[in-house]
Structures are given as C-alpha cells and as structure tokens.
C-alpha cells in the first residue's frame, strides 16, 4: 500500500518561512520523480516545484529564489523549504510521486499553509 504523508503546514506571517516534509511508503522512492503542487481556494491546482531521481529541481516563476525543494532517499522523504512567505502562498500544498516507466502517480492529503499577519 502506498502512502504520502505531508506535514509542516501551519499559520506563518509573511516574510517567513516554514518546512514542509512528504514522507512516501511502499514505493521504491529512489526512482520516483517527486513534486509539490498546491491549491488556493476557488483556483486550480498548481505546480510548485519538482526534483527528479537524479536531483535536478524545477521551479515555478512564482516561487524561483524562495523555496527549495530537496529529497532524502534513505529517510523516503521530500522537503519543501519555504522562504519569504507571502500572503499568494496560502493554499494547501500537495506532494506527489510520480515515474514514467511503469507509469504510477501517487499523492499525499495535503497540508494547509496559511500566510497572515
């Protein structure tokens, strides 16, 4: 059974920064492509970032400078370090696990991320 399971949302004021962490289970995670996507109320899901099995990283524009994703192969687990926070930031963030060959999708529940003075 397959399981991602996101953790470090919460209430961050802007210009701060939080950690998200997306710990994955019953995958060989190594060979994963792994993403956060996220998606603030009324608007469609969006890619936030993505790290392949090789490390190499993409960004959306909105996010390039500010966040960093990574992954620890040994621990299953992909991170989302979130810098500069702003108030557009707010959504529920959502990894993913994904690979081509065979081809599987895998996602977590999401964790709600809320920036607010």
């Known amino acids: 059974q397959v399981q991602l399971v996101e953790s470090g949302g919460g209430l961050v004021q802007p210009g701060g920064s939080l950690r998200l962490s997306c710990a994955a289970s019953g995958i060989i995670f190594s060979t994963y492509t792994l993403a956060w996507y996220r998606q603030a109320p009324g608007k469609q899901r969006e890619l936030v970032a993505t790290i392949t099995s090789r490390g190499n990283t993409n960004y959306a524009d909105s996010v390039k400078g500010r966040f960093i994703i990574s992954r620890d192969n040994a621990k299953n687990t992909v991170y989302l370090q979130m810098n500069s926070l702003k108030p557009e930031d707010t959504a529920v963030y959502y990894c993913?696990?994904?690979?081509?060959?065979?081809?599987?999708?895998?996602w977590g529940q999401g964790t709600q991320v809320t920036v607010s003075s």
């Open positions: 993913n696990a994904a690979r081509s060959i065979p081809t599987s999708s895998y």
